[in-house]
């Protein structure tokens, strides 16, 4: 695969640099009203997380979340009511979300790990979970059929794994092509791992169509698969916390835009269970 080479190393300083969500909001950073923000916008603009997730399904129940950045799925498990272990690659990324468990006095119910994901099992105990949560992870790691693997050991036939990776077919991706590439399609993958996230220069970034991730979760049942969410703001109103819609999208009807989310949209959202 395209990005195998790049060191773990890379990819942890990347996201050390610029934790994912960070500028969410500009209250000061571990402040009550900067986590509230953080998620205020977070589900604003990805409404599809909490229906995805649905936090409140995991009450009382062992949630293993690989990935978990600065933490706003994290706490919304904990706050309603799972056990959770959470997994980081960034060091910088995990102080927020353990500074977010205490503010929130979640520490009792949130256990956090550094670790790459690709060797989980070397760093958290083994032991099946009732789900096993990762939004927007895998495909920023160089090896993602390692992570699937790992997953697998924390898996009994009654767990649910749920993974958002991106979608090779989406209009983010032609988005990318042209305004970044100028249809340079043979550049295609360094394009968009370039101007996927919010800070430029992501060194992994894999797409996968609905078949290439069918074949990543080879030894998965996969319960429900989805697209979803399409960006339709302006970036230079969005950084200034101002929710314009860019006007090719504004004169769309609802459901067309409703449409083409849902059919070209970025996030592939999977449900899954190990084939026992
Ligand atoms: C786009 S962010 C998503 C964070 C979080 N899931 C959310 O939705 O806010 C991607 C995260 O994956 C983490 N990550 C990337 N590769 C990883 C790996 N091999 N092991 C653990 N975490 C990893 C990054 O450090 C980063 O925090």
Same mark, same amino acid.
């Given at each position: ?5 790049? =060191? ?6 990347? &996201?050390?640099?610029? $934790?994912?969500?960070?500028?969410? !909001?500009? *209250? ?18 990805e ?10 399904? @995991?009450?009382?129940?062992?949630? %293993? ?14 706050r *309603?009511? *799972? ?10 990324? #995990? ?12 520490? !009792?119910?949130?256990?956090? /790990? #550094? ?6 099992? =070397? ?9 096993? /949560? ?7 790691? $160089? ?23 991106? /979608?090779?077919?989406? &209009?983010?991706?032609? &988005? ?8 340079? +399609?043979?550049? #295609? ?13 992501? $060194?992994? =970034?894999y797409? +996968? ?8 979760l ?6 429900? %698969? ?16 101002? /929710?314009?819609i860019v @006007? ?17 949209? @970025?996030?592939?959202?999977? =449900? ?5």
């Amino acid at each position: 695969m395209f990005f195998q080479k790049v =060191t773990i190393i890379k990819v942890r300083d990347f &996201w050390d640099r610029r $934790p994912c969500n960070i500028r969410h !909001s500009n *209250a000061k950073i571990g402040s009550k009203k900067y986590f509230d923000e953080v998620e205020k916008r977070k589900y604003f603009v990805e409404p599809h997380i909490p229906q995805f997730a649905d936090f409140y399904r @995991w009450k009382g129940k062992k949630v %293993l979340e690989i990935g978990c950045g600065i933490g706003t799925d994290t706490i919304n498990f904990a706050r *309603a009511g *799972a056990f959770v272990t959470a997994v980081e690659l960034s060091k910088k990324s #995990l102080e927020i979300a353990k500074k977010r468990a205490k503010v929130f006095k979640f520490q !009792s119910k949130i256990k956090f /790990y #550094l670790a790459n994901a690709e060797e989980l099992s =070397t760093v958290v105990p083994v032991k099946p979970y009732d789900l096993i /949560y990762s939004f927007g992870v895998i495909h920023h790691s $160089p090896n993602p059929e390692k992570i699937i693997n790992e997953i697998k050991k924390y898996c009994n036939v009654n767990t649910v794994v749920k993974v958002m990776i991106y /979608y090779r077919y989406s &209009w983010k991706v032609l &988005w990318i092509l042209f305004k970044y590439g100028k249809g340079a +399609f043979w550049k #295609l993958d360094r394009l968009i791992a370039e101007n996927s996230e919010a800070a430029t220069g992501s $060194p992994v =970034t894999y797409v +996968f169509s609905k078949e290439e991730a069918i074949r990543l979760l080879n030894d998965f049942e996969i319960i429900d %698969l989805k697209v979803d969410h399409i960006f339709p703001y302006i970036i230079s109103d969005y950084i200034k916390y101002k /929710y314009k819609i860019v @006007w090719y999208f504004r004169i769309l009807p609802k459901n067309i835009f409703r449409w083409l989310e849902t059919n070209f949209g @970025w996030h592939l959202l999977i =449900t899954a269970k190990l084939i026992g």
